[in-house]
């Protein structure tokens, strides 16, 4: 899908030259991971998020899954989009990667943040994404929490979710995103 070549939707080729390179951990994250460079792989993760790819969910899944080890005891969730954008889409891609992905390890999957009605984050500038999201933690969070997202732009979403998660009672908290969109810096949380 990729590289145009028949097969697989990402081969193994693919996968090496468009992996993401090492993600510096968001505020509240102890370990932040991507598959793929977001710059490389835009038409694969735009088609996803817009619906046309959700085929491609289990296949990476998978490469997620063989890249990244499961924490043991952990409890799979995600950051939620906007409600607005998962009534529009019909689905929550970052939830559907994040169960697809507690499958393939044998983890539970649970929705563990709610995101209140907001801007998207998705278009806005680093300055703006700085500002929002704002996540409210859902339940008992568990110690051991594996955070999904789909792309880790500045970092601000994890950072929301993570503080939400840790604020809940996670004491542990791994994020694993489909693509990395931005190398520089993660932002420094205001005083």
Same mark, same amino acid.
Request: glycine share 8%; aromatic share 2%.
């Given at each position: 899908?990729?590289?145009?070549?028949?097969?697989?939707? #990402?081969?193994?080729?693919?996968?090496?030259?468009?992996? =993401?390179? =090492?993600?510096?951990?968001?505020?509240?994250?102890?370990?932040?991971? =991507?598959?793929?460079?977001?710059?490389?792989?835009?038409?694969?993760?735009?088609?996803?998020?817009?619906?046309?790819?959700?085929?491609?969910?289990?296949?990476?899944?998978?490469?997620?899954?063989?890249?990244?080890?499961?924490?043991?005891? =952990?409890?799979?969730?995600?950051?939620?989009?906007?409600?607005?954008?998962?009534?529009?889409?019909?689905?929550?891609?970052?939830?559907?990667?994040?169960?697809?992905?507690?499958?393939?390890?044998?983890?539970?999957?649970?929705?563990?943040?709610?995101?209140?009605?907001?801007?998207?984050?998705?278009?806005?500038?680093?300055?703006?994404?700085?500002?929002?999201?704002?996540?409210?933690?859902?339940?008992?969070?568990?110690?051991?929490?594996?955070?999904?997202?789909?792309?880790?732009?500045?970092?601000?979403?994890?950072?929301?979710?993570?503080?939400?998660?840790?604020?809940?009672?996670?004491?542990? #908290?791994?994020?694993?995103?489909?693509?990395?969109?931005?190398?520089?810096?993660?932002?420094?949380?205001?005083?």
């Amino acid at each position: 899908m990729l590289c145009g070549a028949l097969g697989p939707p #990402v081969c193994t080729a693919c996968l090496r030259r468009d992996a =993401a390179a =090492a993600v510096v951990p968001p505020l509240h994250v102890d370990s932040c991971r =991507a598959l793929l460079d977001y710059h490389r792989a835009r038409p694969l993760v735009t088609g996803l998020k817009n619906g046309q790819l959700r085929a491609l969910i289990g296949p990476l899944a998978d490469a997620l899954a063989s890249r990244s080890p499961a924490p043991p005891g =952990a409890v799979v969730t995600w950051a939620p989009t906007t409600p607005e954008r998962a009534r529009r889409r019909g689905f929550d891609q970052a939830e559907l990667l994040a169960r697809a992905l507690s499958r393939r390890w044998r983890l539970p999957a649970r929705a563990l943040l709610r995101r209140p009605r907001g801007t998207a984050q998705a278009g806005r500038r680093a300055a703006d994404r700085r500002s929002t999201p704002v996540f409210r933690p859902v339940g008992a969070v568990p110690p051991v929490v594996v955070l999904v997202d789909d792309v880790v732009t500045t970092g601000a979403t994890l950072t929301a979710a993570a503080r939400a998660l840790r604020g809940g009672g996670a004491q542990h #908290v791994v994020a694993v995103a489909l693509a990395q969109a931005d190398r520089s810096p993660r932002p420094t949380e205001p005083a």
